[in-house]
């Protein structure tokens, strides 16, 4: 009898079954033998309560001799076909631990695994109650207790940090604060979000006014609720706004508004936070059991100290604060900065008819929207993914499935092409004078984002202006010193200003922890975001993930959480169970916390 070569789905099932029984041996650290050597398993929460990447053999051996017995990781199943391309077979499996199910994604070389992801999706003894398990709404029968569902939702709104504290506070109210609530919602975790601006959106409304989102409308949807079928490519951030307004409203989030933290800190002893806030003039004290800080990696402003500032006659202020290009018609406007928010604020002083310079200190990426549309994302986030049956979640999770080590190497080809098909477009910027880079190592925007969060514009057109000489620039310097109605650069070059704008992007999110709660806890927890590149701006030694985001960091009880809408998204997900699973008292212990290399 002739026997079929195994189906990709075969070999994947084969290799899952062996797998499995290794780990269920009294040494399933031997399970390790099952990847190649440098192969790497990427864990989102279900085998280390942590967000980790273990990289080779021995990393995952040491987990596994650690974790595997408490974990129990079994039923190990291919959930869709498996397929086959350039001898590497890739599989998207379900699997379960003592107290969880999770979902994952396998790549196999040569019958070893290259790369493994496995993310934890619902914890088994307290699933949300959708689907099947969705709430009824109307209490049919007779009941003389009865409240309406409006009663009863005012009720918890009057109640919620007053005679019951809530579980959890989170602090920031902008799309990242909002979409975890919505999740910790979904698992009755007992929430407030405090925001210091009157409306649900004002984070982005109160931006520039010009700023439509970067990214494309797949990419950013909110948990539960995707944009209609008919939403803007890309949302022009009132839109977005109202969105979140709405999107607040509906989820029934407990959302204090006008409301400040004005201050936190841990009591040991009862092991708790007290957190201070003032609402509507109110002062309030809140005693969660855990804080999540979800105040923005665009929060707190970075400002140059250059010398005769006080001096300056004109308006000075930092992006963050621009009002937009209308009042500023014929004035002689400079912004200080090259990445995004430069590039629109500049090109908004143009249509408003001002005389605008830019001052380039140092190289930036720059990548045209259509093209990292056409090359980088539209195969995961884009119409035609949908009508692949890529999904919003299956997107996230291939995403997800990159080890960040391996990710540049993904990335280079993208941008390899990117120059090569846009070769004209930066010619002209370069002759115009623009520093341009691709990243240290070639590896492009979503690189830099996550290594430094700043370095990039996605073009929309401002660099056209920037090519024409339409936005006057100076590259290469920065602005030495400010007198009464000019700037001085560093090359000696003065040009005359009625208005500076600092586009000098913001401070690592630990500096929130600071203002919050104490000097000493921002150090103990360290910088936020980067993962030890060893590139410019994210300083070595190799960590692997993104520091302290979404995850247990080394103060009890603090997390961080944030990003841009695609990550707030998924790694909510994550955050919002580790969340639940302690409010409901499982055993959550950290594998491989990380240590702190870095203050800010
Ligand atoms: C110009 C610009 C363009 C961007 N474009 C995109 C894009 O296209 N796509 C994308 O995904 N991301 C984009 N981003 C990144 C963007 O910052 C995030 O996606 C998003 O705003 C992050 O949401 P967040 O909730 O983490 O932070 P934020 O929106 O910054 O919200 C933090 C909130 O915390 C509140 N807060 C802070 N301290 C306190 C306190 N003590 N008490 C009470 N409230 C407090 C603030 O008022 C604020 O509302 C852009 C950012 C900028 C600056």
Redesign the pocket.
Known sequence: MTQHPLTPTEKVEQWLASFSETLQTDSPEQAADHFEEGGFWRDLVSMTWNIKTLEGRDEIRSMLATMAKARQPHNWQVSEEATEQNGVLEAWITFETDDAFGKGQLRLRDGKAWTLLTTMQELRDFPEKRKHLRPKGAQHGASKSRKTWLEARQEEERELGYGKQPYCVV???????IGLAARLRQLDVPTIV????PRPG???RN??KS?C???PVWY?HMPYIPFPEHWPVFCPKDKVGDWLEMYTKIMELNYWSS???TGARFDEDRQEWIVNVVRDGEKVTLRPKQLVL??????IPNIPNIPGMDSFEGEQHHS?KHPGGEAYKGKKCIVLGSN??AH?ICAALWENDADVTMIQRSSTHIIKSDTLMDLALGGLYSEQAVENGITTEKADLTFASLPYRIMPEFHKPVYEQAQEQDADFYNRLRKAGFMLDFGDDGSGLFMKYLRRGSGYYIDVGASELVAQGEIKLNSGVTIERINPRSVTLTDGTELPADLIVYATGFGSMNG?AAR?ISQEVADKVGKCWGMGSDTTKDPGPWEGELRNMWKPTQQQALWFH?????Q?RHYSLYLALQLKARMEGLETPVYGLQTVHHLS
């Open positions: 602090i920031g109210g902008g799309q990242g604060g405090i925001e210091r601006n004002d984070s982005w931006r520039y700023l989102l970067h990214d950013d409301t400040e933290c979800a105040t923005g990696m665009s929060g963050s995004n928010s629109d929130w919050i944030g990003g841009n809408l695609h707030s």
